[in-house]
């Protein structure tokens, strides 16, 4: 009897063990610090940062190919868990790459799957901006498990609706500045000048509203990568690219999982759109932040965040 017992305790204690050192593993994965990932196609900037244990954020930036610098005034939510940033092939800190293979909305959604992998991530909240949100319910849509709640801050699940909504803000731009656009969209001159202007004129109103934009608005604008002519097209409200025809809002009714879907108040993503996303979403919450244009995080952070971690608080 002795014996039986002695081999049960031997038995008990490896398996003490061996869990202990899967969960110091698993911390050791998350412990704060900067590096490079080896991806298909070349090698991906990433940051950890933050503190606690609560499941970590794994945050997507937009664009495509917009880098997360912007994103930034997120690191606030790192108080009670880690803050995950990547740098999508192509922009940013990343690796530039001029083929075209490593710009599509496929090659993006497995290199989601590397970065997760390879940090070693296997509960997760995964918060998306802009195209962040595309890639976000895409990669959810084929890599669901593991991700506990998703945060999606100014989506476009639909382009047709996204151009229509760009429609309607033109529309209450001054005259002038709408004919340029149209003018110039008609010629095909998207490196003129006047129409150069006549989008910052645009962004300031819907996409940054705090002006002079943040040195990390500026560092996101200066290191934009190929893709985002590539996958979109010349600018916010012009698409020539492979997101023409994207449309996700048939398959919304397939999220899981707690999502909160998040807007600015003078953002390119219109209420009424904000309204028919959360429809189709089960058991969506949403949230309009007061003064803020499509970069909500910048043009008011402080309710931005707090929206956000309600919602994780919940």
Not at 218 to 230: K, T, V
Request: hydrophobic residues 35%; glycine residues 8%; neutral net charge.
């Amino acid at each position: 009897m002795n014996s039986y017992k002695n081999r049960f305790i031997k038995v008990l204690l490896a398996m003490t063990l061996f869990i202990s050192f899967l969960s110091c593993s698993s911390k050791k994965q998350l412990e704060n610090k900067e590096g490079f990932l080896q991806v298909k196609g070349g090698k991906v900037w990433y940051k950890i940062t933050g503190n606690g244990d609560k499941t970590p954020i794994l945050v997507l930036h937009g664009g495509p190919g917009v880098p997360s610098y912007y994103l930034n005034p997120l690191l606030e939510l790192g108080t009670d868990r880690k803050v995950i940033f990547y740098d999508q092939l192509g922009c940013g800190r990343s690796d530039r790459v001029t083929d075209t293979n490593y710009m599509s909305l496929n090659y993006f959604v497995e290199e989601l799957k590397e970065v997760t992998n390879q940090l070693g991530l296997k509960k997760f909240i995964l918060v998306g901006q802009s195209w962040g949100c595309m890639l976000g319910i895409d990669y959810y849509l084929k890599y669901p498990e593991g991700i506990e709640k998703l945060v999606f801050c100014s989506p476009n699940f639909s382009t047709k609706m996204w151009l229509e909504d760009a429609a309607a803000l033109i529309a209450q731009l001054p005259d002038s500045i709408q004919n340029c656009i149209r003018e110039n969209e008609k010629n095909g001159t998207y490196s003129n000048p006047e129409y150069q202007q006549a989008i910052l004129t645009y962004y300031e109103h819907f996409v940054g509203r705090k002006l002079p934009w943040s040195p990390d608005v500026l560092q996101s604008m200066s290191e934009i990568g190929a893709s985002y002519q590539y996958l979109w097209g010349p600018s916010e409200f012009t698409v020539t690219g492979e997101l023409k025809n994207y449309d996700r809002t048939p398959d919304l009714k397939n999220i899981k999982v707690p999502t909160l879907v998040i807007i600015g108040a003078f953002d390119e993503v219109t209420p009424k759109t904000l309204d028919k996303y959360v429809s189709l979403i089960p058991n969506a919450k949403s949230a309009i932040i007061s003064n803020a244009a499509h970069m909500t995080m910048q043009d008011n952070p402080t309710e931005n965040n707090q929206v956000i971690r309600r919602f994780l608080m919940d």
